[in-house]
T-cell receptor
């Protein structure tokens, strides 16, 4: 499965946009990019996913480059509660109709006042 | 809808003792995962079930870890005997059988069980 590379840590001022990058240069044409986050002492939480087109939901926006080798998760107006570890995951080739989320170390985002 | 339930939240045991964790997935979710998360690292998959069958257990240390999912619903993960390096958070997650691309393919995680082996 394709591997992802993320910065270890980032910080952002409250109310500003947080842009979290992810490199996935070996991604295959049928593999999705998923983002999860994990707030301290909780389990990971799904944020968003995409294949080729940019995606937006109530939590975030996902920008995927045209060559699909990298993506950026955007939290448009970061709040203190967005402080968490953010994981970028490439969805492996499907088998039997389910996928296995495989996590790296992620990016620790700290939102400060 | 109710989320993934796990118990206990915390457990402290001595090395060489046994411990069991319980997970109740979201109703109707066919796929269940157990992950181990060591402090400072991302979650690592231990085992994946599809209904009551094992899909992937390649990273499960089978000499001491075992898991079952009787009747394809609840699941238990057991460690016997525990070692110091087993200290971690054990996360259970579930997802529905995926069809077309969409949010139903996401995995929902429980809060985890924090195990400390002393």
């Amino acid at each position: 499965d394709a591997k992802t590379t993320q910065p270890t840590s980032m910080d952002c001022a409250e109310g500003r946009a947080a842009n979290l990058p992810c490199n996935h240069s070996t991604i295959s044409g049928n593999e999705y990019v998923y983002w999860y986050r994990q707030i301290h002492s909780q389990g990971p939480q799904y944020i968003i996913h995409g294949l080729k087109n940019n995606e937006t939901n109530e939590m975030a926006s996902l920008i995927i480059t045209e060559d699909r080798k990298s993506s950026t998760l955007i939290l448009p107006h970061a709040t203190l509660r967005d402080t968490a570890v953010y994981y970028c995951i490439v969805r492996p080739t499907l088998s039997g109709g389910s996928y296995i989320p495989t996590f790296g170390r992620g990016t620790s985002l700290i939102v400060h006042p | 809808e109710a989320g993934v339930a796990q118990s206990p939240r915390y457990k402290i045991i001595e090395k060489r003792q046994s411990v069991a964790f319980w997970c109740n997935p979201i109703s109707g979710h066919a796929t269940l995962y157990w992950y181990q998360q060591i402090l400072g690292q991302g979650p690592k998959l231990l085992i994946q079930f599809q209904n009551n069958g094992v899909v992937d257990d390649s990273q499960l240390p089978k000499d001491r870890f075992s898991a079952e999912r009787l009747k394809g619903v609840d699941s238990t993960l057991k460690i016997q005997p525990a070692k110091l390096e087993d200290s971690a958070v054990y996360l259970c997650a579930s997802s529905s059988l995926q069809g077309a691309r969409g949010a139903d393919t996401e995995a929902f995680f429980g809060q985890g069980t924090r195990l400390t082996v002393v």
